[in-house]
């Protein structure tokens, strides 16, 4: 089922490096006939990976050979010396070794290009719109978008819904997930002499009967949820996860995607800040060396450590915008709009590359900054309905007002 | 039903109320102990005063500038001086311990207010680890010295400082690709907010105006920028360097001014302030963030109005905004309807409870006057709470509204933390003294679930409860002490105190 008709941008195209090569298409050309039929229906578990900050998705993955790229940032630009090619005039930065392995097996797709269809360059809008995915409705403002797709679903599970995150930074979302997961150790009842989990929890029930609020319903939610976590045996890996604070949450991620509670969706916060205005450091090392590092790094453990489950899981990267294409004077870029995603799994149409590119020559860009041709929740639709077996009504509810196409990314 | 004024202002203004601070503000009358409290430096603190007197890293946390920080260190005989982080958490600390034990309560929330609204996480290493260093100056001289001063002095000493040149890149600003961080933030979080209707360009062309600002220290060396020539001066800690500065006409929104050499890019730079603190838009951001820190999560659309043509007729008079929200009615109408954040949370819980800091219980390592780490129990609390003093670590501040922080992450860090605070291990885990329980009761109790638990409500809550929480605790606490005599009286009060805390009540402010 692999679509052997996505067209990818080629190399010599680049080195024309005129205007003149316009828009290329490097989507597949058509929406899949079998849009529709019954996809898998199986516990398919959708991570959801928020890098804050802003992603320079021109660091990460970049076309080789761009004249207009090397122009923009004399400084910053990886070398097509070192970059790690993709076989389609495309490199990835050598920090992102560790994921090459899922690009060559298919798992991994990237999708340029991408972002929101607003272009403020303000993190706080940015990142409160593409937590709600809400543009224009005020209806919807007060509730994530995790939250109404996790509405969607038949709630099999208290644990359907889970974010692991500082507890600093659990996304905005208003409607919040039934658990939240600093650290998966810490996530326990109280130990009070002479009060039993039981006897709390039901504590807990009662005084929430008689006194209603958000705070009493969350209070007995948080129990219900922390018994199951309880009860369940989380497995402990032979894997060797780096130490970083990215990788501990995957690896509470993987816990409990592989200890199953029905887990189906997971906000997973990326523990570094992308917003990078000065000091890239250089490609072996320095800041924006390092968070590519705890991208991979971490991403590739927790693909070791849930071994089968893999199959059925879908991550997705998103950030609030892209860099500016042009370096600024302090080693570092300015917020931008267009960034791209990586989307990996079992199910992914991967190794190749999708979105429509228009190109980095000034005249391409809008007031410098790469343009948005894919909507991220095109991307993210597709993994809801095509992964997760969203119907289109289904998705409808979760991106109001959209109009979603197929892109191919999931197989 | 008559609402309790003194009690839902102390609930409000301090980090929680007491038996003695409610009977203390019924006697002098609300209206005039919070005259008092505007006035805070008038008011003695003697409690606060020895505590902080009492270890020498609270000394380190009220420092000021980056040359005071690098002459302790260098004062310092050991071998590695501290890093400049043991500072910066020892600022942390000053402020968790007047919290809990100042008697200016009012200028003390203020201070968190401003924290949040100019938020700087001052606990990372920019700049070479300065930051760490600069954030103390930061709270003396500019959060601290302006939290109830006008708006504009305050924005004013915000721009020149050198943490938030650092903070939000300045410091790397050049004079042909003007850095954008500052000229944003400012605009979109600091004053009019996105409502005001600015543009990218207003952002760039403010931008160009604080191309030079530095701070007083330049690169590794620490070199003291007074001495380089090409600096020109413009306060005891800030620069401007005349390579970077942008000369020429600069204009924001409709605010315009012309400089052409440093002495009138000050003068420019105090006027575009002056004009953002006074724009109709800042008034009404800041009556927005006010009303939503000490009325409710949804202030009405009136009571913003009423506080920002008080702020704009004041001239930004921060003390007069607050006069007048606590005579408007929509602030007595809204009893209990503001949650807790962790940090009032766990504070106004050893305040009731008269649990005090325990500096001995401090994790330090080196001599006392040459610590270098010191690390507190009720710090790593609030890092658990995910609310330690500035360390949100974006510009906006930590979230004022209850829908971030009642999620089951927090649930579960504040099970925890109230766990430890009622419990045996209150010393030696958050490093607080423990419940002296014997003193909380009256001395003519009786030993009886019952009597525990109305005694603790009567301290913890300074009022009744519903008569359903009230069951429901003693149920719960005779469950688990079916027969409470003298010898477990002290782990039944852990129980009942830990239950009355667990109550949803507990949260509302």
Redesign the interface.
């Known amino acids: 089922m692999k679509q052997q008709d996505t067209q990818i941008i080629s190399r010599r195209n680049f080195l024309a490096g005129s205007a003149a090569v316009g828009a290329m298409l490097v989507m597949p050309s058509g929406v899949r006939a079998a849009f529709g039929a019954s996809p898998a229906t199986g516990d398919v578990v959708v991570v959801n990976i928020c890098m804050r900050g802003g992603f320079d998705s021109l660091a990460a993955v970049f076309p080789l050979g761009n004249p207009d790229l090397t122009a923009a940032r004399p400084n910053l630009n990886v070398p097509d010396s070192v970059a790690l090619p993709l076989g389609n005039g495309w490199g990835l930065h050598p920090a992102l070794a560790p994921l090459t392995r899922s690009w060559s097996a298919g798992e991994l797709a990237l999708v340029v290009a991408t972002g929101a269809p607003t272009h403020?360059?303000?993190?706080?809008?940015e990142t409160s719109f593409m937590s709600r995915a809400s543009y224009g409705s005020t209806a919807l403002s007060?509730s994530g978008w995790i939250a109404r797709a996790n509405e969607e679903l038949m709630q099999a599970s208290a644990l359907q819904s889970v974010?692991v995150?500082?507890?600093?930074?659990?996304s905005?979302n208003?409607t919040?997930?039934?658990?939240?997961?600093?650290k998966l150790s810490?996530?326990?009842?109280?130990?009070?002499?002479?009060?039993t989990n039981a006897?709390?929890e039901n504590?807990?029930r009662?005084?929430?009967s008689?006194?209603a609020?958000?705070?009493?319903s969350?209070?007995t939610?948080?129990a219900d949820?922390?018994r199951q976590v309880d009860s369940a045996r989380l497995r402990e890996t032979t894997v060797q996860y780096p130490t970083t604070e990215f990788a501990a949450r995957l690896k509470d991620a993987a816990a409990l995607i592989k200890s199953g509670l029905g887990v189906r969706f997971i906000d997973l916060d990326f523990a570094g800040?992308f917003d990078l205005?000065?000091d890239y450091g250089t490609v072996n090392s320095g800041s924006m060396h390092t968070l590519l590092s705890d991208l991979a790094t971490g991403l590739a453990a927790f693909r070791d450590d849930v071994g089968d489950r893999w199959a059925d899981i879908v991550i997705s990267t998103v950030t609030e915008f892209g860099r500016r294409v042009g370096e600024?004077?302090?080693y570092?870029t300015?917020?931008g709009w267009a960034s791209a995603m990586f989307v990996l799994g079992g199910r992914v149409n991967g190794g190749r590359l999708f979105g429509e590119f228009l190109g980095l020559h000034p005249t391409q860009l809008d007031?410098g900054d790469v343009r948005v041709t894919t909507d991220y929740r095109q991307v993210l639709g597709e993994v809801l309905t095509r992964a997760a077996g969203f119907s289109t009504e289904s998705l409808g509810r979760v991106f109001p007002r959209f109009g979603f196409q197929s892109m191919g990314v999931i197989r | 039903m008559a609402v309790d004024l003194a009690l839902h202002l102390l609930r409000r203004f301090t980090y929680g109320s007491t038996i003695e601070l409610l009977a203390e503000v019924r006697a002098t009358g609300a209206g005039a102990w919070f005259e008092q409290q505007l006035d805070h430096l008038a008011l003695p603190d003697v409690e606060c005063d020895a505590i902080l007197a009492s270890h020498p890293s609270f000394g380190w946390g009220q420092l000021r500038d980056i040359r005071e920080v690098t002459s302790v260190r260098q004062a310092l005989a050991a071998p590695t001086p501290p890093p400049l982080s043991v500072f910066q958490a020892a600022k942390r600390n000053v402020n968790y311990v007047r919290r809990m034990t100042s008697t200016r309560q009012v200028f003390e929330t203020m201070v968190e207010f401003w924290s949040d609204h100019f938020n700087i996480n001052d606990a990372v290493s920019k700049g070479g680890g300065l930051l760490n260093a600069y954030g103390l100056d930061w709270e003396v001289s500019v959060v601290r010295a302006g939290a109830l001063s006008s708006f504009g002095s305050l924005l004013r000493s915000v721009v020149y400082h050198p943490a938030m040149i650092v903070w939000l890149?300045g410091e790397?600003?050049?004079k042909?690709?003007p850095?954008?961080?500052f000229a944003?933030e400012l605009l979109?979080?600091y004053t009019v907010t996105?409502s005001g209707g600015y543009t990218?360009t207003d952002i760039e062309q403010a931008a160009k105006l604080f191309s030079g600002l530095r701070g007083p220290v330049q690169g590794q060396a620490l070199t003291d920028r007074s001495t380089i020539s090409t600096m020109y001066r413009v306060n005891d800690q800030t620069f401007i360097d005349t390579r970077q500065q942008n000369y020429g006409t600069f204009r924001v929104m409709q605010w315009s001014a012309t400089a052409t050499q440093p002495a009138e890019i000050v003068k420019a730079i105090d006027s575009l302030v002056a004009y953002l603190a006074a724009h109709p838009s800042t008034a009404r951001s800041v009556a927005t963030k006010l009303a939503r820190r000490f009325v409710a999560d949804q202030p009405s659309e009136a009571l913003v109005s009423h506080l920002a043509s008080e702020f704009t007729a004041s001239s930004g008079d921060i003390r007069q905004v607050l006069r007048r929200l606590t005579a408007h009615q929509e602030f007595y109408a809204s009893v209990g309807r503001k949650?807790k954040r962790p940090t009032e949370d766990v504070i106004s819980l050893t305040r009731a409870l008269k649990m005090t800091p325990d500096p001995t219980r401090f994790n330090v390592a080196g001599r006392a006057d040459n610590l270098a780490s010191v690390n507190w129990g009720f710090d790593s609390l609030h890092f658990?709470?995910?609310?330690q003093h500035t360390?949100?670590?974006?510009p906006?501040g930590?979230?004022d509204t209850?829908?971030?922080w009642?999620?089951?992450?927090?649930?579960?860090?504040r099970?925890?933390a109230?766990?430890v605070l009622?419990?045996t291990s209150a010393n030696s885990l958050a490093g607080v003294s423990g419940a002296k329980w014997s003193e909380l009761l009256p001395a003519s109790a009786t030993i009886s679930a019952a009597a525990i638990v109305d005694a603790l409500t009567a301290r913890l809550y300074q009022d009744t409860i519903?008569p359903?929480?009230r069951q429901?605790v003693i149920e719960?606490?005779s469950?688990?002490?079916p027969t409470v005599t003298s010898a477990n009286r002290d782990?039944?009060c852990?129980?009942a105190a830990?239950?009355l805390v667990?109550?949803?009540?507990w949260?509302q402010r």
């Open positions: 403020t360059r303000s993190h706080f809008d007060r974010s995150s500082s507890s600093t930074l659990t905005r208003g919040r997930p039934a658990l939240a997961v600093g810490n996530t326990r009842f109280p130990t009070v002499p002479g009060l006897g709390f504590f807990l009662r005084v929430g008689s006194t609020t958000p705070w009493s969350r209070a939610a948080t949820a922390v800040d205005h000065v600024n004077a302090s570092g300015d917020h007031n | 890149d790397y600003s050049q042909s690709k850095n954008e961080n944003r979109e979080l996105p990218q949650t658990r709470l995910g609310h360390r949100w670590p974006l906006d930590y979230p209850d829908d971030y009642n999620d089951s992450a927090s649930h579960v860090a099970w925890y109230h766990q009622v419990g519903p359903a929480s429901a719960a606490v469950q688990g002490r782990t039944t852990n129980l830990f239950l667990s109550l949803p009540e949260v």
